[in-house]
């Protein structure tokens, strides 16, 4: 007797997939990238910035990660319909090295960004991120604190 896998068996499984990888990335365990991408995953979101690939995106995370201390990813929302998962996340750090030519300034930031993925077998293979970086420009470029 086989097991069917139901709608919402298969969006359980999507949601703790995406949570695996989006818990991983926003505590600085950047290794769940290799983990949960696919292998061929292409990244048209972050070609501007680096690689559009796994390394890429692991590469563009230490980017980000040496600008701010402390960061972190916190999901704020969450939900999935069949293979797709779509979450809000909340990041927050201190500017403490050079971001986009800006120098550290100290300020703790905060800044969400929406990303939406498609699962399947066990594995992310489409990543669409979209970051509120007008926000944290304007954070870095207000008023000394």
Not at 18 to 26: E, I, P
Not at 78 to 85: L, N, P
Not at 94 to 121: N, W, Y
Request: proline content about 3%; glycine content about 8%; aromatic content about 6%.
């Amino acid at each position: 007797m086989s097991e069917q896998v139901t709608t919402q068996d298969l969006q359980a499984q999507n949601i703790a997939l995406y949570r695996r990888f989006a818990d991983g990335v926003g505590n600085g365990r950047l290794e769940v990238i290799a983990e949960v991408l696919a292998a061929d995953i292409q990244l048209p979101t972050i070609a501007d910035l680096a690689a559009p690939t796994p390394a890429g995106l692991t590469q563009l995370n230490q980017q980000v990660r040496a600008s701010f201390s402390d960061l972190r990813g916190t999901i704020e929302q969450i939900f999935a319909f069949g293979e797709w998962v779509a979450a809000r996340i909340r990041w927050t750090g201190i500017h403490a090295g050079e971001f986009m030519g800006k120098s550290p300034t100290g300020k703790t930031i905060s800044f969400t960004e929406l990303e939406i993925v498609r699962c399947q077998d066990g594995r992310i293979v489409d990543l669409r991120q979209v970051a509120d970086v007008a926000s944290l420009m304007a954070q870095l470029e207000g008023e000394q604190g």
